[in-house]
């Protein structure tokens, strides 16, 4: 009997499980024609290159960001915390879809947003930085990462942070 009591407890265990929740959101990402504390400026155009460079990525669920900023000029798939499902233009602002994954940095991130705030979405990207600040045609983006408000390089300057 002990035994039939601890296959049903076992039983009764996996399916009582919570299920790891995720969290979609949709955010501003980037800003066309404002300098931002950076120094850099993004034209429209470069806001186009972004979506349209990035379009087979997420068509095929691979455009992930990362937690808070990185030295390395690629993706760490230990730092993985969301998948970018859609990108498009509002006015002059890039916009985003961003569903926060299953992995330890995902949930804490979905922590974050849920329970704090205080976390903004901006691109890592590779490429020239023009004279005036603009950037230049061979802009790259590598991927759309969570930072805090503190370290935005908009900070000040859009309405998500001010």
């Known amino acids: 009997m002990n ?18 929740k995720t969290t979609t959101i949709e955010v501003p990402v980037l800003y066309a024609n404002i300098k931002n504390l950076s120094g850099r400026v993004y034209s429209l155009d470069n806001l186009k290159s972004i979506i349209s460079q990035s379009a087979l990525k997420i068509e095929n669920k691979c455009f992930v960001g990362e937690m808070g900023h990185s030295e390395f000029s690629g993706v760490s798939l230990s730092r993985v915390s969301h998948i970018i499902d859609k990108m498009w233009i509002d006015g002059d602002v890039l916009m985003a879809k ?3 994954s299953e992995t330890e940095n995902g949930l804490a991130l979905a922590s974050l947003i849920n329970n704090l705030g205080g976390v903004v979405f901006r691109p890592k990207g590779v490429g020239t930085l023009n004279p005036d600040g603009s950037i230049s045609d061979d802009y790259m983006i590598v991927s759309i990462n969570a930072i805090t408000k503190e370290d935005d390089s908009f900070k000040g300057l859009v309405p998500e942070n001010i």
């Not at 035994?3 to 790891?20: E, H, M, V, W, Y």
């Open 3 to 20: 035994f039939i009591t601890n296959i049903l407890n076992l039983i009764k265990g996996f399916f009582s499980r919570k299920k790891k």
């Open 98 to 100: 961003i569903t926060t």
